[in-house]
């Protein structure tokens, strides 16, 4: 039994069917008193100030705040979200699924109030995305509506623009950046540490045969005239020549041929 399995059995209660549906909802809805009431979402943002100040509602309504603003793009945004949010709970169901996105909501407080980042909820929602991506590598999805890309792609392109930002980023967005992701280090580092030992093992074992099949595939004798060797042809013998290089018995050159002049019989 695994920690999830005893972790849900202890407090499977906290599962909410169907969360990511309700943030969708709810983000929709914001959205809507954003464009009524511009400046609105002021007052849902994570700040950490501000909740030290007693407005401690922001540690849950900053992940009902879009972060677009253009309707189209919400749309589609809170769609695929939607649509990610079904997939991974038919997939991991819905306990994990709460677990997953609440370690997250914790670590993107740690990051705002300990390394003095201002995190929206994006990353938190990336973070679903990467988990979405390990359950369905090859699903394909039509970017702008026309282009078929493979998930894979997409999570590999999105992770290597988060590792530019740590890399080119200051100490604290870098643990800024842990933090806020640390629910997928934590459910999928392990998994994920495994399969790179596997294909190291996977790698190195391929490389040990190649070279015992190089090796039992080489031939130990070549003759220097017509390459014969004893692979293709086991019947023929080998000799060294005074020469140095070897040879089958019929290329064999004579000793009155590969010996060495003598000078004083050349007349020098």
């Known amino acids: ?6 972790l849900e059995r202890r407090i499977g209660f906290i599962a909410v069917p169907g969360l990511v549906r309700i943030i969708v909802t709810f983000n929709a809805l914001v959205f809507g008193l954003v464009l009524l009431n511009p400046g609105f979402e002021t007052y849902l943002t994570l700040d950490p100030a501000r909740i030290l100040g007693g407005e401690v509602w922001r540690l849950v309504t900053y992940i009902f705040v879009p972060q677009i603003r253009h309707f189209l793009w919400v749309a589609v945004a809170l769609w695929f979200l939607w649509f990610v949010g079904d997939k991974l709970e038919q997939a991991w169901g819905a306990f994990r699924v709460t677990l997953f996105y609440l370690v997250g909501m914790i ?3 740690v990051a705002a109030f300990f390394f003095g980042a201002s995190f929206s909820n994006a990353l938190l929602n990336a973070t ?9 590598p090859d699903e394909v999805i039509y970017v702008m509506f026309i282009l ?29 950046l842990l933090a806020a992701t640390s629910n997928f280090f934590i459910f999928f580092g392990p998994e994920l540490f495994q399969q790179m030992r596997h294909r190291k093992d996977i790698s190195e074992r391929r490389k040990r045969y190649d070279l015992q099949t190089k090796s039992d595939s080489d ?33 064999l050159p004579s000793a009155a041929a590969t010996a060495a002049p003598d000078p004083q019989r050349a007349g020098l």
């Open 128 to 136: 679903l995305f990467f988990a979405f991506a390990r359950f369905y």
């Open 219 to 251: 031939p130990l004798h070549k003759c220097a005239t017509c390459g014969a060797t004893e692979l293709s042809n086991p019947d023929l013998e080998f000799r060294v020549s005074r020469d140095g290089e070897e040879y089958c018995v019929p290329h």
């Open 107 to 109: 670590g993107t407080t």
């Open 148 to 176: 078929p890309v493979k998930i894979k792609w997409l999570a590999w392109a999105f992770a290597a623009l988060l590792l530019l930002g740590f890399l080119t980023g200051t100490n604290s967005y870098r643990m800024a």
């Open 1 to 6: 039994m695994t920690l999830l399995d005893k």
